[in-house]
């Protein structure tokens, strides 16, 4: 797509996201950090410090001498290297696409510098990350979806993750937002930036209708999962959809539970911090997780099933054995989860199919 446009600019957004152009972000570390794009890399034109001295500069002397101090600061062995880095990353993905905050001067510079190298000319994006950005904004409109959605349910612990996942017009929201939805649910790895979850929920949607899909299965979610918030349009639009209910046996869901929350997770610590620092890390997550939900348990049930806890785990370091931490997780499901889920579906008034 990119190869075959003559002028120095794109704006075929739709493009640019079903195709999964590659995006140079030349923008400031810290701009990148705050929000981008899926298939984005940050190769910026000015650091963070170098981009607060510029700005600095242009508030007390204006454009012309924050564009001459920018070209001092960035220049010799620094530009060099910069530009060695946009080269390395165009000859691997020869449809690159630049983009700035507003589609201006830095990506404007960036592509001359380029092209005074190279002889080629990478496109940028006309209007910048602000142009993506609300293109994307207005893809989580429900006018914008293209078919009918059909909504998960069912207890904890049921296997509608994993139903999901081998499911091909599915999307898994939980999954675009690093988090399980519920007070055990962080990972490792922190949640993305709601700029970032909302630009990926909305690549996911249009590449999926365009991939010609009748219905999109999600799980049922509250409004949040975890510390981000599913965008109100969509929201409403997803809530508005027929629910199709999962129903597992007590016992699986609670080997399905104690397969993720204790064997699976404590492999994912231990993988990243080593055994030993790995092992006290997911203890901690585990007991500051029934922190959080100490209120609506109450103080006396919270403080029997933290016992339990710690001594299923101290019983699993002892003696290896395992099994004892699946009589916390049943009783967390039996009294704290789904007795939650039962008053959610009293209040719900959607069709169940």
């Not at 140079?24 to 810290?30: A, E, G, L, N, T």
């Not at 020869?94 to 830095?106: A, D, E, K, Q, T």
Request: glycine residues 8%.
């Amino acid at each position: 797509m990119v190869q075959k446009i003559k002028n120095k600019l794109v704006s075929n957004f739709y493009e640019i996201v079903v195709e999964d152009i590659p995006l140079i972000d030349v923008r400031s570390p810290k701009e990148f950090r705050k929000g981008s794009f899926p298939n984005t890399v940050n190769l910026p034109l000015m650091n963070n410090e170098e981009r607060h001295k510029v700005g600095k500069c242009y508030s007390e002397k204006g454009h012309c001498a924050a564009v001459k101090l920018g070209n001092r600061l960035v220049s010799g062995e620094i530009k060099e290297k910069r530009l060695e880095d946009w080269e390395n990353f165009i000859k691997k993905n020869p449809n690159s696409v630049i983009y700035c905050l507003r589609g201006g001067l830095r990506s404007k510079i960036v592509q001359s510098w380029i092209e005074q190298r190279t002889g080629k000319m990478v496109p940028r994006l006309e209007g910048g990350f602000k142009a993506l950005r609300n293109y994307m904004i207005e893809q989580l409109q429900p006018k914008n979806q293209d078919g009918e959605v059909i909504t998960l349910g069912g207890y904890t612990g049921s296997g509608k993750t994993i139903l999901l996942n081998r499911l091909e017009n599915s999307i898994d929201l939980e999954g675009l937002a690093n988090h399980r939805g519920s007070g055990f649910g962080n990972y490792i790895n922190p949640q993305p930036t709601p700029i970032n979850f909302e630009n990926r929920l909305a690549t996911e949607l249009i590449k999926h209708w365009h991939n010609g899909y009748d219905h999109l299965i999600i799980e049922d979610e509250s409004k949040h999962i975890g510390r981000l918030f599913i965008p109100k349009p969509i929201f409403e639009y997803f809530t508005s959809s027929p629910l199709v209910i999962l129903e597992t046996p007590i016992e699986t869901r609670v080997d399905l539970t104690f397969n993720e929350y204790v064997i699976q997770s404590q492999k994912n610590y231990i993988s990243e911090f080593g055994e030993k620092e790995g092992l006290d890390r997911w203890y901690d997550f585990i007991s500051n997780s029934f922190d959080k939900i100490k209120r609506k348990l109450g103080g006396k049930r919270h403080d029997e099933l933290t016992d339990l806890f710690h001594r299923a785990f101290k019983k699993q370091i002892n003696e290896n054995i395992f099994d004892m931490h699946k009589k916390w997780i049943k009783a967390l499901l039996q009294e704290y989860y789904d007795p939650m889920y039962e008053h959610h579906m009293e209040k719900t008034d959607r069709e169940i199919i």
